[in-house]
Antibody
């Protein structure tokens, strides 16, 4: 069983950078799978943000690509999300996920990030 | 992007009822479709992938069918624990997109 624990600031100011980390236990991120992020605005549906393979290959949602970086830290067995120039529309629960390609098999507990001054 | 449309948006049914949720894609996605269940305040859980393959540990009352542009998720005998929102997701064409969700209430 792969366990994911997301963490990061719950409040980010507009125009700043949203940074989240997902610590992984039960599996080495350099061994396989695709690691990624999905978000859910309050009371709304799910949006895929982006994914990274165990080799570091990234796929990003085109609507977010210009502001987005997803990376691996194999020394800490974790992966990260950075989304810059945030606005109120980026307010959401952010889930870290892992799976076989775009099938999201395991999910973290979710981190609520609010963009507000 | 491929648009995914679910129907109905909400449904209410009794314990033991057979329940069907439909998901339609804006273009053919072959069988590259997954279903997730999300309970309030919790992360979604994978139920079905490749349109009809049940994820390990998921009760057999859940089943999926369809191909091309029309898919269904069926709960053969609704249980109180099935009260949740259900989402379909296509992974035929980058980028991966979800339906808007179907909320299932158990009377």
């Amino acid at each position: 069983q792969i366990l994911l624990q997301g963490s990061g600031p719950g409040l980010v100011k507009p125009s700043e950078t949203l940074s989240l980390t997902c610590a992984v236990s039960g599996y080495s991120i350099s061994s396989g799978y695709y690691w990624g992020w999905i978000r859910q605005p309050p009371g709304k549906g799910l949006e895929w943000i982006g994914s990274i393979s165990h080799t570091g290959y990234t796929d990003y949602n085109p609507s977010l690509k210009s502001r987005l970086t997803i990376s691996l830290d194999t020394s800490k067995n974790q992966f990260s999300l950075e989304l810059n120039s945030v606005t109120a529309t980026d307010t959401a629960v952010y889930y870290c996920v892992v799976g076989r390609g775009p099938i999201f098999q395991f999910w973290g507990q979710g981190t609520l990030v609010t963009v507000s001054s | 992007d491929i648009q995914m449309t679910q129907s109905p948006s909400t449904l209410s049914a009794s314990v033991g009822d057979r329940v069907t949720i439909t998901c339609r894609a804006s273009q053919s996605i072959s069988s590259w479709l997954a279903w997730y269940q999300q309970k309030p305040g919790k992360a979604p859980q994978l139920l079905i992938y490749k349109a009809s393959t049940l994820e390990s540990g998921v009760p057999s009352r859940f089943s999926g069918s369809g191909s091309g542009t029309e898919f269904t998720l069926t709960i053969s005998s609704l249980q109180p624990d099935d009260s949740a929102t259900y989402y379909c997701q296509q992974y035929n064409s980058y980028s991966w997109t979800f339906g808007q969700g179907t909320k299932v209430e158990v009377k």
